[in-house]
């Protein structure tokens, strides 16, 4: 299984039908589980928040329920993607998956509920739950380099604070931008693709 962050900033992107296109079509050979960002959907939980109509607590879940209304937009994009809430679906091979954790991690003591906790957060937390091949954060801003180090893009405000708690040891972690796109209709083989990707040190 590869699990795959998909940027909340993608929700306004002219290029997201076509990357939902191009991975529904890796799907078929590879078992893809994405977890989706809040976007704009989150940035209006943090203004609520931010004018005291909501406890921490509160505001973290809401903004946790929020990457989910992406999640459903997808799935008005493309009705054969799978929504998932819990583990024993993830196996399932064929169509995109796409997780819904408010569920489980509403439940979850490992996972640090707090606003530096954001679907990266999630995304890497998942990762270092399951037996997953490999990491790859969508980003919608253009990536230039090769490598990326995690405390450069955590200052970048590329990637959350919280995401080196839940990675630990683990490799196979890289980054990319709306780039990707092009190498999905560039190359057939997930693997490929996957090397074409930015590395993330530690």
């Known amino acids: 299984m590869w699990i795959l962050k998909i940027g909340g900033s993608w929700i306004t992107s002219h290029l997201l039908v076509d ?68 583990f024993g679906s993830f196996s399932n091979k064929g169509n995109l998956k796409v997780w ?30 399951i037996n997953a091949k490999g990491l790859l954060f969508i980003k919608s801003l253009k990536l230039n380099r090769n490598s990326y180090n995690l405390k450069y893009l955590q200052k970048q405000k590329i990637i959350d604070q919280n995401v080196g708690k839940y990675i630990f040891n683990r490799n196979n972690i890289k980054i990319i931008g709306p780039e990707i796109v092009g190498y999905l209709k560039n190359y057939c083989q997930w693997e490929k693709i996957f090397l074409k990707m930015k590395e993330i040190e530690f």
Not at 19 to 41: D, P, R, S, T
Not at 43 to 72: C, P, Q, W
Not at 101 to 126: C, G, H, Q, R, Y
């Open 100 to 129: 819904l954790p408010s569920k489980v991690l509403k439940k979850e003591s490992s996972f640090i509920s707090n606003w530096e906790s954001t679907s990266d957060s999630v995304a890497a937390w998942l990762y270092n739950k």
């Open 19 to 86: 990357l939902l296109k191009l991975l529904k079509k890796q799907a078929e050979k590879e078992n893809i589980l994405i977890v989706v960002g809040g976007g704009c959907f989150a940035d209006s939980v943090r203004h609520v928040y931010k004018n005291k109509k909501m406890s921490e607590k509160t505001g973290n879940f809401i903004a946790l329920k929020s990457t989910e209304l992406f999640a459903y937009l997808l799935k008005e994009i493309d009705t054969d993607i799978d929504l998932i809430e819990d």
